[in-house]
């Protein structure tokens, strides 16, 4: 994530009132400081994505840290080795195996491209006073991604590439190497949020309530800090 995204992905999260009311507050600032980590901690723990990778289809986890999960152990592997050689041959093959798999995650993988990235923190915003909102990451995994193959956000799901009501399409396939592209653009990041919102049936009712597969979950107004926009229920 880019210091421009991760700004972008706060700013969506939280929204300009409450950025601006931490400034001054030291506990609400803490506090959603450790909230955005949870989220994006649950996404890496929770999220598991298929692609292929060097000829086979690889499990793979798109909001990991490769340097965290293949070139740390490769140092670590190494730490009581002397020979300059073996620690460079070493490392060297580390990374080589960590740009791989972030080339082939980048060139089919769109759940962690920018624009869902900021859709999606905008959808935590939202769920940011649920109790379990853990669950909705877990059943973005098991009812969308996993039912789907581990291809939710790739090429193979064409409902990405089809407009809804008017809307423009989530994604559009490249002419030149048959993958797909999503543009980092207000627009196609409302849709974004609509899509999975629709499809993990959080909706809004008028009185500021999360209702999430058919349960009622309080919310205040004043702790939310925004007015629902999505999709609402009389």
């Given at each position: 994530m880019t210091m421009s995204v991760f700004t972008a992905s706060v700013q969506n999260m939280f929204g300009k009132a409450a950025i601006e009311?931490?400034?001054?507050?030291?506990a609400l600032r803490d506090e959603m400081a450790?909230?955005?980590?949870d989220f994006f901690y649950s996404l890496r723990d929770n999220i598991r994505v298929k692609i292929?990778?060097?000829?086979?289809?690889?499990?793979?986890?798109?909001?990991?840290?490769?340097?965290?999960?293949?070139?740390?152990?490769?140092?670590?592997?190494?730490?009581?080795e002397t020979d300059e050689e073996k620690i460079n041959i070493a490392l060297n093959a580390a990374r080589e195996k960590a740009k791989a798999l972030n080339q082939d995650?980048?060139?089919?993988?769109?759940?962690?491209?920018?624009?869902?990235?900021?859709?999606?923190?905008?959808?935590?915003?939202?769920?940011r006073y649920m109790k379990n909102w853990e669950r909705v990451i877990e059943v973005m995994q098991t009812d969308l991604i996993a039912a789907n193959g581990g291809r939710y956000f790739q090429k193979s799901?064409?409902?990405?590439?089809?407009?809804?009501?008017?809307?423009?399409?989530?994604?559009?396939?490249?002419?030149t190497d048959d993958s797909i592209n999503i543009q980092v653009q207000d627009q196609v990041i409302r849709e974004i949020e609509r899509h999975l919102s629709e499809r993990l049936s959080l909706v809004f009712d008028y009185d500021v309530r999360f209702r999430w597969h058919g349960t009622n979950?309080?919310?205040?107004?004043?702790?939310?800090?925004f007015t629902p926009t999505l999709t609402v229920s009389r």
């Open positions: 009311e931490a400034r001054m507050n030291s450790d909230y955005y980590c292929e990778h060097r000829g086979e289809l690889k499990e793979t986890t798109p909001f990991q840290n490769l340097y965290e999960s293949i070139i740390a152990p490769a140092i670590d592997k190494m730490a009581e995650i980048q060139r089919e993988e769109k759940i962690h491209s920018n624009a869902v990235v900021k859709a999606l923190s905008r959808i935590a915003g939202r769920i799901n064409l409902a990405l590439q089809q407009s809804a009501d008017g809307a423009p399409p989530i994604a559009i396939k490249k002419t979950i309080d919310a205040p107004e004043e702790k939310i800090g």
